[in-house]
């Protein structure tokens, strides 16, 4: 059995220092971000980016709105080993009661599968929905969010959300 001597505070930091030096440290990692904004297609509005009731955009039973969903990945840096990319990304968007989609108005729950994001990439989807709600004032939160994982393992998955926002006017 061999004896280890540790002198003083040197050994400690010399263990914290190899400690360290086991740890990977990777140069890059995915890094990612969700921006959801609308139009409202009908009264040809500006895009908007609401994401609370105060800055909610103004719209009417039976407008068309088109909402935009983005979801990126802001890591600067292409790794050598994919180490960079947000793999089987999926989002999801789950439509709020007083709108419903043009294409399919059955349909409450939209899924897309975005598959690998690299670094400085981005997918970005786009929708329209039709105003059916028909309380004045009423304010409609629309929700989207994301997941995806990473060649790096679980600690380095992505998620997010994010909200555009609009309030009903109904025509008396």
């Known amino acids: 059995m061999k004896n280890l001597k540790v002198l003083g505070g040197a050994g400690a930091a010399g263990l914290v220092a190899a400690a360290l030096i086991a740890v990977p440290v990777f140069a890059c990692q995915p890094q990612g971000k969700i921006v959801k904004t609308v139009q409202d297609v009908t009264s040809k509005s500006a895009v908007s980016d609401a994401n609370d009731a105060s800055s909610a955009l ?14 990126s990945n802001q890591e600067t840096q292409v790794g050598s080993k994919g180490e960079d990319q947000m793999t089987n990304t999926v989002l999801t968007d789950t439509l709020p009661d007083g709108v419903q989609l043009v294409s399919n108005p059955g349909q409450a729950t939209i899924t897309e599968n975005l598959g690998t994001i690299p670094a400085k990439g981005s997918v970005t989807k786009n929708y329209q929905v039709k105003v059916t709600a028909t309380t004045d004032g009423a304010v409609l ?21 994010d909200e555009a926002i609009v309030r009903v006017s109904v025509p008396a």
Not at 141 to 161: D, E, V
């Open 58 to 71: 103004g719209v009417t039973q039976g407008d068309i709105l088109t909402y935009t969903v983005t979801v």
């Open 141 to 161: 939160t629309n929700k989207a969010c994301y997941t995806s994982g990473s060649n790096l393992g679980s600690k380095y998955n992505q998620s997010g959300c």
